[in-house]
């Protein structure tokens, strides 16, 4: 009602303004309202406080569409953090303001277009008061700082965010929603954006993010370590690594068999003595572009940092914890890692409930290399494995995970045998064949679980319904 009345408001303001100019012809406010162009008799009313995930609804907002973040970090050896975010973003309706996901810091300044605006803080949520027509493009320029604190994840049982190990290294673990605690953002992987990244460590530290390395600039005291990542990123795979004495590391023989620039960020220790298996980058890529297609970035590497148990797939530069490096197991979790930049990162999820579409795939991808390094029979005694652990286990369906445990066990091995088992229904040809198509029609974009069965069976001609319902649904195991 209120909104109705503002606008009455407004067009009356119209009427009398343009019955005052030299043209006296009586004017009526509806013929104003219909002369006005479209979108201005809309009223302007906030952006939606998320953006409608199922599992998570305080993530993402709506309202407007982010085009690039700008972030300048200057880390002090104190631990402490100053940040400068320049976000540009696009009016998606006719805002008289909008959310970003932001939580802890201090914000010192914060300014829209330049002009000073109101804002208060209510949780995970930055709400701002600023009238933007729908269609303009504006930038929210944000000063803030403080001493990173990790954030406990909605989605899995730990802290997450901005996290340090025991050399003082920093790196950031922000999956499925932690982004928002280290820089103010629309926190959902459906609202992807281009990323520049400005790093300034004390000398002798190494600051690493997503993409290019495009410029290292030295004082005496400081280092700055300029980062572009050029294609659209998930705000939860953007990454700052910052590490004293971690060495950014070429990778010759693998840029040269992949045809594209492989790059590890290493401790010191690592440097000249790194495992084996980091050397086989470039193979791991040409074997999975044979099966999901062009390797969909620029760059590819790892980080390594203690103090971190697992690893995680930040766009163009995974983070490992050292024990996974220096594990037996390591290029199992390479390859994955390295899947996931087709499958999660690239072709993201919609709704963070088809996480199986991420974690599915990039397991698949593991007994993909099985079967390039030993052959078919190998493929399927690992199957065969993973399919009685999954039935001891009793996984659950993967495509309905528990929202308090959404990296279940189910969504990656039973997710790959979702695949193991499509596969053998349709055969090689149109099996590959739907992973590539689906990985380049949904390239730099999201998808959900139903995009990519209308792929298989748009790529396939078969009726795959009870085959899904029952691997992805179903509470049994299926045969
Ligand atoms: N996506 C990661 C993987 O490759 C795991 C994410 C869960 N853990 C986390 N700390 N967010 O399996
Ligand atoms: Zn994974």
Known sequence: MKRVTALGLLLVAAASCSSGSSDSTPTSVATIATTLAPTSTVPFTPGAPGVGDVYYPGLGNGGYDVQHYGLELTYDADGSVEADAAITAVATQNLSGFNLDFVGWEIDELTVDGSEVTFLRDGDELVITHRIPSGEHFKIELSYGGTPQPMQSAAIPIAIGWLAGPEGEQFVVAEPDAAHSWFPSNDHPTD?????????????????????????????????????????????????????????????????????????????????????????????????????????????????????????????????????VEAPFFEYVHVHELAHQWFGNSVSVAQWSDIWLNEGFATFAELLWIEHLFGAEAYREEVANRTEVTRIAEYGPPATPPPNDLFNGSVYQRGALVLVALREEIGDDAFFATLRTYAERYADGNATTDNFIAVAEETSGHDLTDLFATWLYGQELPR
Do not use: C
């Open 192 to 324: 992807k954006a281009t990323f520049t990244f400005s790093i300034t460590v004390p000398a002798g530290f190494m600051g690493a993010a997503n993409g290019e390395l495009t410029d290292v600039i030295s004082s005496e005291t400081t280092t700055t370590y300029h980062w572009s990542m050029d294609a659209p990123m998930a705000p939860y795979l953007a990454t700052v690594v910052i590490g004293d004495g971690w060495e950014l590391v070429e990778d010759p023989g693998s840029t040269e068999t992949a045809g594209l620039q492989i790059r590890n960020m290493l401790p010191a220790d690592l440097v000249g003595d790194a495992p084996v298996a980091l050397a086989q980058t470039g193979e791991m890529i040409n074997v999975l572009e044979e099966a999901f297609g062009p390797y969909p970035f620029d760059q590819y590497g790892i980080a390594v940092v203690d103090g971190f148990q697992h690893a995680l797939e930040n766009q163009t530069l995974s983070l490992f914890g050292r024990t996974m």
